[in-house]
Nanobody
Framework: QVKLVESGGGLAQAGGSLRLSCAAS????????MGWFRQTPGQEREFVAG????????YEAPFVKDRFTVSRDNARETVYLQMNSLKPEDTAVYYC?????????????????WGQGTQVTVSS
């Protein structure tokens, strides 16, 4: 059973940056694709970015492309989400997740392990 713990959330001003981390324990994430999702109250959880198990390929949702970058360090069992040029609409709880395979899919139902989430609030 892989446990995922996100950190790095908080308050940022519009145009600012935050770096989220997702640390794994209780198992390795090296064979899992990893994803970042976000959710606001009353809304569905939405895909933000994904990365394949090797780290060679990443995917970003159109609304964060060129602003957010996902990366991973398998030796440290950690995945990162670098968020730049933040906007107030980026305010959400951000979750990291590990998928069944190694693809880092945009589909939430392919993920088997989830973190508890970290709040990101962007002020205008």
């Amino acid at each position: 059973q892989v446990k995922l713990v996100e950190s790095g959330g908080g308050l940022a001003q519009a145009g600012g940056s935050l770096r989220l981390s997702c640390a794994a324990s209780g198992g390795t994430i090296s064979s899992h694709g990893m994803g970042w999702f976000r959710q606001t109250p009353g809304q569905e959880r939405e895909f933000v970015a994904g990365i394949v198990s090797s780290g060679d390929i990443t995917y970003e949702a159109p609304f964060v492309k060129d602003r957010f970058t996902v990366s991973r360090d398998n030796a440290r069992e950690t995945v990162y989400l670098q968020m730049n040029s933040l906007k107030p609409e980026d305010t959400a709880v951000y979750y990291c997740a590990a998928d069944r395979g190694g693809l880092g899919s945009m589909h939430a139902d392919t993920y088997v392990f989830w973190g508890q989430g970290t709040q990101v609030t962007v002020s205008s």
